[in-house]
């Protein structure tokens, strides 16, 4: 499938891009700012509820369309590329979905926008490093509060000598309050010598 087939021309010149990659001190940094050490963090679009990014997001997520973060990997990678200098990525890791709900959907949502990403900046993409050991019910329809709460202590890591000293990117699709992404790269930070990074497809306005 092209990329024309997924996202027409035109509507690719209206994705509302963020251009994070080229601020270090951008809004998706300062989510995380006094909470954990994080090299570098950025997002391709941002998300707008009623908006072409939504649907997107929400046929990839829920329509079974995989082909959707294919896409728009390959156009943030283009963008990643310029970092690698400056940050020499070494692995990237999707945020992982329980056993119970990857046998619901069928798919994590966030592996073919990862392994776009992986195949751009040729690095491996690696989906058993980080895992979920609890099951939780979807995080949209929580509030701060109780998403803080139940995000704790849920995802642990397989830590090899292979994976030690080693710059993960750890990718996932929509960026809000970050509290997942905390408490993933947490767990990526037990692993001796980890570095964390964070891309996402989105960032949520706020």
């Not at 056993?99 to 993409?125: C, D, H, M, S, W």
């Not at 139940?150 to 000598?161: G, R």
Request: charged letters at 25%; hydrophobic letters at 35%.
């Amino acid at each position: 499938m092209t990329n024309e087939v997924v996202l027409c021309t035109n509507c690719r010149h209206e994705l509302p891009l963020t251009q994070y990659h080229l601020d270090p001190d951008n809004q998706a940094v300062k989510k995380f700012y006094g909470k954990i050490d994080i090299q570098h963090v950025s997002a391709f679009i941002y998300f707008n509820k009623k908006g072409i990014v939504q649907e997107l997001i929400h046929n990839l997520k829920y329509k079974g369309h995989e082909e959707i973060g294919t896409v728009l990997g390959n156009w943030y990678v283009e963008d990643l590329q310029e970092l690698k200098p400056e940050f020499p990525f070494d692995m990237i890791i999707p945020v992982p979905l329980h056993p119970k709900k990857f046998k619901e959907r069928g798919y994590n949502q966030v592996t073919t926008f990862g392994k776009a990403l992986a195949e751009g900046l040729k690095i491996p993409f690696n989906s058993s490093v980080l895992y979920r050991k609890k099951y939780s019910k979807t995080q949209s329809k929580k509030n701060l509060l109780g998403r803080s709460e139940n995000i704790e202590n849920i995802f642990d890591v397989v830590s090899t000598e292979e994976n030690r000293n080693k710059h993960f990117v750890l990718v996932d699709d929509v960026l809000t309050t970050g509290a997942t992404l905390e408490a993933c790269s947490r767990a990526l930070l037990k692993i001796p010598g980890a570095k964390i990074s964070i891309v996402c497809m989105a960032m949520a306005n706020s």
